[in-house]
Nanobody, 111 residues
Framework: QVQLVESGGGSVQAGGSLRLSCAAS????????MAWYRQAPGKQRELVAV???????NYADSVKGRFTISRDNAKNTVYLQMNSLKLEDTAFYYC?????WGQGTQVTVSS
């Protein structure tokens, strides 16, 4: 059984930064890719960023150059550094490992 726990969400003004963390239990963390998704009210859940077991990364076009995904296998944790936040980044953010999802953390960007 794998549990994922996100933290670091909150409210921030446009242009600000937040850093999300996702801590995983279990022993499979280091061998699989990890991903961050988000879901805004009334919209479908979308992929934000993914990091492979070897550290390769991919990003949604909407966050390229502003968000950075990273992982610390020793801590079973994946991070999402979010800079230059925009109003449209407001959403619930979820991490995913294989078929497992975290409970989500709210990010609210205001003007």
């Amino acid at each position: 059984q794998v549990q994922l726990v996100e933290s670091g969400g909150g409210s921030v003004q446009a242009g600000g930064s937040l850093r999300l963390s996702c801590a995983a239990s279990g022993s499979i963390f280091s061998v699989y890719a990890m991903a961050w998704y988000r879901q805004a009210p009334g919209k479908q859940r979308e992929l934000v960023a993914v990091i492979g077991s070897g550290g390769s990364t991919n990003y949604a076009d909407s966050v390229k150059g502003r968000f950075t995904i990273s992982r610390d296998n020793a801590k079973n944790t994946v991070y999402l550094q979010m800079n230059s936040l925009k109003l449209e980044d407001t959403a619930f953010y979820y991490c995913k490992l294989v078929q497992y999802w975290g409970q989500g953390t709210q990010v609210t960007v205001s003007s």
